[in-house]
């Protein structure tokens, strides 16, 4: 399975593709820039099997939600291409931005939540990113929500 990471900091793309680097993985690859250009421009339609979004930044101020990466155009073009049975995860500390995904979610059709009320506490099973590894110093709950392309 390959990998592909988005960072659209550029220190953050360089420290991650040096310890991809130091590491001798051949099967990831760190983009640096923003995820909407990337997914749009360089990916084919129906050829992910999965998106893996930690920890997204909730922009939590009302007038910088615009600013805010799921957001239902980008959820479409997700779902564009994402395989048949696909997978979009995402992971986040903030509540009212897991409810808001949710509901943005809930505007596009052909995805399925796999979780009754749209998400779970997530346990931790996935890679351990620096934010994660934050918050659960700080003691936040965590969210898991996983959508399936019907």
Known sequence: ??????EILGGRAK???RKVEKRNLHNILIFKG???RFVWEFLYDETVTK???MFPDPWPKKRHHKHRLLRSAFIEML???LVHGGLVCITTDDAPYRDWIIG?????AGFESLHDKGYTLYTGHL???LFEKRFREEERELYLM???KK
Do not use: Q
């Open 127 to 129: 890679p351990v990113s």
């Open 1 to 6: 399975m390959n990998y592909i990471g988005t």
């Open 34 to 36: 923003d995820a909407r």
């Open 51 to 53: 998106f893996l979004l």
């Open 79 to 81: 779902r564009l291409r």
């Open 104 to 108: 943005e979610f809930g505007k596009c």
């Open 146 to 148: 996983e959508f399936e």
């Open 15 to 17: 420290k991650a593709g």
